[in-house]
């Protein structure tokens, strides 16, 4: 007689969610590695400019070369991470950042970095983000579960900004300690390790797109999809303005102040992580928290941003510049995850990085511009002036939004868009962000 062989024991159930597979743990991991990098090199890249015996009006002019080929070359990337495999779109853009990134290193250590050479080589790195913001954040919206996408969308920026926080505080006391060459080192490894990453996606269940009728027609149908919405469209320029006075505030004015009034790169880096801080909070919050008029909610939130620009009109001390950055992190990131939840909930899968590109590049168009004459502006009406008039045209702007019905009446659906069976977001698969990332980084994004 045998005895009955003992069931097996049912295999334990992996405790993250359903949401959280191999491709948005991988696209998690590298965006936390480039968001500690990039934060610190943003202070480093500023304070090289002063190794170098520049000024205010050359802080402008190296901030205005990064961002004026994300500009230009923004729809262009967006439809090609609508053609191409977005995954190779990225990865090829993180290498070019990692050279770029790597031999401005090399000049600052060298003592020989010229204005023209950080100009050229910011140049490139704003030339590689342009390709990388759309490619990511199409791959985040077209991978994550409908049901669930405002909780990715928020645990991934608490992932990004918690990095932020780090790369901002470590990047302004390695500035002080070792100066600003190493740490554009670590920048341009920390690329390098993200790009490893996001070479490992897995892509083979993602449907292959149908080839359209070239780059431009993908253009003017990205055109059609973006001015046929007016809450999209609004928002878009409420923030070309909102960013472009944020590029003047934190790579020229905020530094400048710091240096001037609050003792150098370390307060200044304590007061961007702070500002990363609020981001947390503001992510953990909307883990939890689902408004059902997502955008009215989200605009709202847009009026605090203009705390920090008061706080250095004034100028606050530390502590109060600080304050007043963790409150303007929690409400941009009550926006960031409202916005990306509308995104998600409104726009064709197969249309996501092209919309993205247009949002991308009416958010960044006046960032050139507005770097560029922050110099000439401070010198023609003085610095606590144009701060002043920067937090009054934030409130502005942002408060003629809220005279469009759309924004004021959206409403959350049930379930936003699905996925498809097959497709990567199907549990049991990624992302960028956004502003200004961010990803920024970013997204600085403004991705702050």
């Not at 046929?228 to 409420?238: D, K, M, N």
Request: charged content about 15%.
């Amino acid at each position: 007689m045998t005895t009955p062989a003992a069931p097996r024991p049912a295999p334990l159930r992996s405790r993250r969610p359903e949401w959280a597979d191999r491709n948005f743990l991988l696209l998690t991991a590298a965006t936390v590695v480039t968001n500690l990098g990039t934060h610190g090199a943003l202070i480093a890249t500023t304070w090289a400019v002063f190794e170098s015996q520049g000024d205010a009006a050359d802080v402008g002019l190296v901030a205005m070369a990064r961002f004026l080929p994300l500009v230009l070359f923004l729809l262009v990337g967006g439809a090609v991470a609508d053609r191409l495999p977005r995954h190779r779109v990225m990865v090829s853009a993180n290498a070019l950042n990692c050279v770029s990134q790597a031999v401005f290193a090399a000049l600052v250590l060298s003592g020989e970095a010229r204005i023209w050479q950080m100009m050229v080589l910011t140049a490139l790195c704003g030339t590689g983000q342009a390709f990388f913001n759309p490619a990511a954040e199409g791959m985040l919206m077209a991978s994550v579960n409908g049901e669930q996408a405002s909780r990715a969308f928020a645990v991934f920026r608490l992932a990004m900004h918690g990095a932020a926080i780090g790369g901002a505080a470590l990047g302004g006391a390695l500035v002080a300690f070792v100066g600003p060459g190493w740490v554009l080192a670590i920048d341009a490894v920390a690329f390098a390790v993200a790009g490893g990453l996001r070479a490992f996606l897995d892509v083979r269940n993602v449907p292959e797109r149908k080839p359209g009728g070239g780059l431009f027609a993908d253009l003017r149908e990205g055109w059609q999809e973006f001015v046929g919405r007016p809450w999209l469209w609004s928002i878009v320029a409420q923030f070309s303005v909102v960013v472009g006075l944020i590029g003047a505030v934190e790579s020229v004015y905020g530094p400048l102040v710091a240096r001037d009034e609050l003792g150098g790169a370390r307060p200044w880096g304590i007061a961007l992580a702070a500002y990363g801080a609020g981001t947390v909070a503001g992510a953990v919050l909307m883990t939890r928290w689902k408004p059902r008029r997502m955008l009215f909610v989200g605009t709202l939130c847009v009026f605090p941003i203009a705390l920090p620009s008061a706080a250095l009109a004034v100028p606050l001390a530390p502590a109060g510049l600080t304050a007043a950055m963790f409150v303007s992190g929690v409400a941009i990131e009550v926006f960031g995850v409202s916005w990306m939840t509308t995104m998600h909930q409104e726009i064709p899968e197969e249309k996501l990085s092209r919309v993205s590109a247009y949002d991308w590049f009416g958010s960044t168009a006046l960032l050139p511009l507005s770097t560029a004459l922050a110099g000439p502006v401070e010198e023609a009406v003085g610095r606590s002036e144009a701060l002043w008039g920067a937090a009054a045209l934030m409130v502005f702007v942002t408060a003629l939004v809220l005279f469009v019905p759309d924004v004021r009446n959206m409403t959350r659906r049930p379930h936003t868009k699905e996925i498809s069976a097959g497709s990567p977001g199907t549990p049991p698969p990624d992302v960028p962000l956004r502003l200004p990332s961010a990803d920024a980084e970013g997204a600085v994004r403004r991705d702050g």
